[in-house]
């Protein structure tokens, strides 16, 4: 099986991470050595922390409209080689934003170049756990004012194990009260308490959630809410979220019926494609073609997207 041929739904992947080597040294002025030795990090870092600084000179291209008109091509065109038929692409506008650089410029820019290719796609908006409440509210506001013009939702994203969930109940009530919908990375780097925060919040789905395996409780909460859980399988080896692939939950946490999407968290920074990451779990895990077709009508499902564009995308995921 050619797994390529099979059309992808994509909820987790972040811009910054997923930015073309050749085009990083281009607009880094490096060498394609040294940017890939700067951005792909090796199979194993020490922990997520670890793993974050490779995307140091990454954002540092980010910085005018015309790199990130580009970079957001670029990824398009990558999905698109990868059978991607819908993503929800995430980066955090406000580690972009300069005297040179605004707020609108960063959205429209990005948006221009994912409208170069003929893919749907939408932005979600990153607020970070290391930026103050101002930065973040501001992200929640930038998301309102584009909401269903190219952007979806928002995410809260970062060090994990350093600032807890818990302490962004307040701006999650806030995402609510502006009708925002909203995604978390949780799980990830902290326990199953992290995840519960997030659920408790009222997200409809978490960014890996992979630390529900720990507790049963949790793990029926996202089964009996209907969170689904946006598994990144080779970006958690990097992490050291878990120890090899063979260890994963994924699998478990599929048979237990608990919704699942598969994504590449960053394609540069993990050296993958989608297409790739299936290839991994097929090698080590039962998962059948139909599996990974019903995974794909789940991810469309728990999306950010319209009602129109659920409906064209299951369409093309039918009868599997
Ligand atoms: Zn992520």
Redesign the pocket.
Known sequence: MDYKDIPKVEL???LD?SIRPKTIAELANVSLKEALSLSVAPPKCQDLNDYLTRFDLLISVMNNKENLERIAYELAQDLSNDNVIYAEI?FAPMQHVSANLTLDEIITSILNGLYKVNIKTNLIL?MLRSHSDTANYEVIDLAKKYLGKGVCAI?L?GAEALYPTRNFAKLFEYAKKQNVPFTI?AG?ADGPESINAAIEFGAPRI??GINCIQDEETMELLKNKNVLL?I?PT?NIQTNAVSNIGEHPVYKLYERGIKISI?T??RTVSNITLTSEYELLDKVFDFTIQDFYQINRDAILSSFASTEVKKEILKRLENK
Do not use: I
Request: glycine fraction near 12%; charged fraction near 30%; charge should be negative.
């Open positions: 987790h992947l972040h991470g995430r990153c995410d994203a990375h990830e960014g890996h946006e990144c970006s994504n968290d960053n």
